[in-house]
């Protein structure tokens, strides 16, 4: 139920002579509403006759079975490295110290018994901003003083960004495809669920796909499993274009995985386009070729004469594969053997022509997509 201010506003309006307050706050997210809650809460009861005090709310949820008191002001615990305070804020500071500055910050501190390296904190319901330890550390930086902080000098403090691993091998790709004459394109990251699914000749498990729970618009419904929608859309908006066109994407498609916390994970593809008068088929088929050669992995064949030469313990081929996206007989799925373990990474070959009559093309495509985070 609901407190509606308007209707009772004279009735219910604070005044110096207020003596009780009734708190009720409607939110469509708990997490939220119970921080407001608790500072809500806490700034009041500073002015309480019995001085930061409050009186609990019982809470009767039947349907969902989350009966409860509000609020809670039980101080949340965490803990942080004596280390990793000093070298973010080039102090030499003891555990005993950090604690006397983090209580000037409102927090209650005590050296943990577990690490010399370690300090127990408690965080009071009014600092919700507080996430990891580096929130802890600023507050420690605050509590000492920005301006009294030592100075260093910048081969000291400064430091000098690396790549993550997986941007530079897109890197690599990104580089090696663009200079075999390839266009790189960025489409969108959402698309429909049909685009994803449907239009693909794919079917949707309901397990695959991260669907948007409330979407704007019918085109931007799921996160993309495939690359494929993207570079077709791509090719329909400039089909006015001469042909052929050829446009390739390094980026991340993401799928559902309960196992994590977040509940979904992300994968790095690359994938291509060949539109054309011809199929293309060669075409995509000499880029996988490329791509493969240069990730140093070698071409496993039983034709005599045409042995691929060793150049690490990563070896591939490809085999034909029956997938409704491609023209039958017309696909084949790429294999990988990376340290004795062997692995599907992806597949290419010439589209159905039901998937280009829904794009909207009326020149074949060939296409290619393939894992490539399986290269790290």
Not at 209 to 227: F, I
Not at 310 to 326: A, L, Q, R
Request: a negative charge; one cysteine or more; aromatic letters at 8%.
């Amino acid at each position: 139920c609901s407190l509606p201010p308007i209707i009772n506003g004279d009735h219910s309006k604070i005044s110096t002579k207020t003596k009780n307050v009734f708190i009720e706050i409607t939110a469509l997210d708990k997490t939220k509403v119970e921080i407001v809650n608790n500072i809500l809460v806490a700034m009041f009861s500073q002015y309480t006759d019995e001085q930061f005090t409050v009186e609990p709310v019982k809470i009767i949820s039947k349907h969902n079975h989350e009966t409860r008191e509000t609020p809670d002001l039980t101080p949340r615990e965490t803990q942080a490295e004596v280390s990793y305070i000093n070298d973010c804020c080039g102090l030499t500071l003891n555990a005993e110290d950090i604690c006397k500055l983090l209580k000037r910050m409102s927090y209650n501190a005590s050296p943990s018994k577990s690490s010399s390296d370690l300090i127990d904190v408690h965080i009071p319901p009014t600092r919700a901003d507080v996430l990891h330890q580096c929130d802890i550390m600023e507050d420690v930086a605050v509590a000492y003083g920005f301006n009294d902080l030592p100075k260093s000098f910048p081969t000291k403090s400064g430091t000098i960004a690396q790549p993550l691993v997986v941007n530079k091998l897109s890197d690599i790709v990104r580089l090696e495809a663009a200079m075999t004459g390839w266009s790189e394109v960025m489409p969108l990251i959402l698309c429909s669920h049909d685009e994803n699914f449907s239009w693909l000749n794919r079917k949707d498990d309901g397990n695959t796909a991260v669907k948007l729970a409330n979407p704007k618009t019918a085109e931007y419904q799921v996160v993309r499993t495939s690359l494929l929608p993207g570079l077709l859309k791509t090719i329909r908006e400039n089909k006015h274009h001469s042909v052929p066109i050829k446009i390739f994407e390094v980026s991340d498609v993401a799928f559902k995985d309960m196992s994590l916390e977040r509940k979904s994970r992300n994968e790095r593809h690359f994938a291509a386009a060949w539109y054309g008068k011809s199929s293309g088929f060669e075409v995509v088929h000499g880029l996988m070729d490329r791509i493969m050669l240069m990730l140093k992995s070698a071409f496993l064949t039983s034709e005599e004469g045409l042995e691929g030469k060793n150049v690490g313990d990563s070896m591939y081929w490809i085999e034909e594969v029956d997938d409704s996206t491609f023209f039958p007989g017309h696909a084949a799925a790429i294999h990988v053997r990376l340290n004795g373990k062997q692995h599907i990474i992806g597949v290419f070959g010439i589209l159905h022509p039901t998937v280009l009559d829904r794009f909207e093309l009326r020149y074949p495509v060939s296409t290619l997509e393939m894992n490539i985070e399986i290269f790290l």
